[in-house]
């Protein structure tokens, strides 16, 4: 991957991470907490699965995601850069509204 684009991708990864820690210093701890195997199945599986569809590099060594399907052009990493900056727009946008919603939501000044 040529250089300017995997800054790219490092920084777009940077500043969303940056935004939700700041975001999230003035969230509310949880007052309930999930059983242990409800969380193994609604998180931890799908971080597996995850983990060992996209392999990270020759450890997995030739897994199911990482087969080349488009050409490694200049034009692709354009694109996919566009989708990460586009993706994390949409997160911070998602997380932001989500934070008004909650201030100024329908159920405002009921009991």
């Not at 919603?101 to 329908?106: K, M, N, S, T, V």
């Amino acid at each position: 991957m040529p250089y300017v684009f995997e800054q790219g991708l490092r920084f777009t990864w940077i500043v969303l991470l940056g935004y939700w820690l700041w975001a999230s210093r003035g969230a509310k701890r949880p007052t309930m907490q999930e059983p242990l195997a409800v969380r193994l199945v609604a998180y931890w599986l799908p971080l597996l699965v995850a983990m060992l569809l996209l392999g990270p590099g020759p450890w997995f060594g030739h897994s199911l995601l990482r087969e080349q399907f488009v050409p490694h052009s200049a034009p692709v990493y354009a694109i996919g850069l566009g989708l990460a900056v586009a993706g994390a727009a949409l997160a911070i946008h998602a997380r932001a509204a989500g934070a008004e919603l909650e201030r100024h939501g329908p159920a405002e000044g009921q009991p």
